[in-house]
């Protein structure tokens, strides 16, 4: 199953010549391994052991007086986990250049965890507690105007607290997600791309701070609350 943390909408920045997902490719290929297909390519790695654990680098990261790989002025690095990486863990520590990003990370003991991954893991706990409702992210009352960009209302379905579900929807005319919607589509008269449309519902996700679980409306998930086991 995808998880929604925010939404798996994201937008990425990417370097010319390099494919940038769109919104509905991120969401298509969320559930699937495409990302882990094997790799005929051969690449040299090397370990380098400090005193929380040790990291695996690429060989030519190693190099003394090495040039570092820039990978597109506006591409974040890949980041091991939240506050880690090379720079943090590694780099300081083996006199390694700042830019040096390890491939995998293996520590020896489990490091406390960050207020944020505490935030998510209580959000998870409380989702998982609470009767949950289907929500249509693309309002249904608007189906034909987002068919007309190629999108199906019902495959973009999230499972939030019910609670949260009548909120967003209390009121006339649906409430203030399909004002919301409806305000965003009269602004736009038929002239948004595609990719607008996911980009506004992501923005809409993060606004009324919907958390659950992405399906199909046609999908079937058990969506009792579910008992969370205390350590």
């Known amino acids: ?16 010549g390099v494919h940038r997902l769109t919104p509905e490719e991120v969401w298509r290929e969320a559930g699937t391994t495409a990302g882990c297909r094997y790799d005929t390519h051969d690449i040299c790695t090397a370990a380098l ?12 990261d190693l190099v003394p ?22 720079q943090r863990n590694w780099g300081n520590a083996q006199g ?7 491939i995998m990370v293996f520590r020896w003991h489990r490091r406390e965890p960050l207020p944020s991954e505490l935030r998510r893991q209580q959000a998870i706990e409380e989702w998982a507690r609470r009767p949950k409702e289907r929500h249509h992210i693309f309002p249904q009352a608007f189906e034909r105007r987002f068919a007309r960009r190629g999108i199906d209302v019902h ?15 209390r009121g006339e005319a649906g409430g203030p997600w399909n004002r919301e919607w409806e305000e965003w589509l009269r602004m736009k008269q038929d002239r948004a791309r595609k990719v607008e449309y996911f980009e506004q519902a992501s923005a809409m996700i993060q606004k009324h701070g919907l958390f659950g679980l992405t399906m199909t409306y046609w999908q079937v998930v058990d969506l009792s609350p579910q008992p969370v086991r205390e350590d």
Do not use: F, N
């Not at 597109?72 to 090379?86: E, K, Q």
């Open 96 to 102: 390694l250049p700042g830019g040096a990003q390890p």
């Open 1 to 16: 199953m995808r998880w929604m943390l925010g939404l798996l909408l994201v937008v990425s920045c990417a370097p010319a």
């Open 49 to 60: 052991c400090a005193g929380e654990g040790c990291a695996l680098y690429r060989c030519e």
């Open 155 to 169: 495959q973009y379905v999230i499972a939030i607290d019910a609670d949260l579900h009548h909120k967003i929807h």
């Open 65 to 86: 007086g090495r040039v570092v790989r820039t990978r597109g002025a506006t591409v974040a690095p890949l980041l091991v986990a939240p506050g880690s990486g090379a």
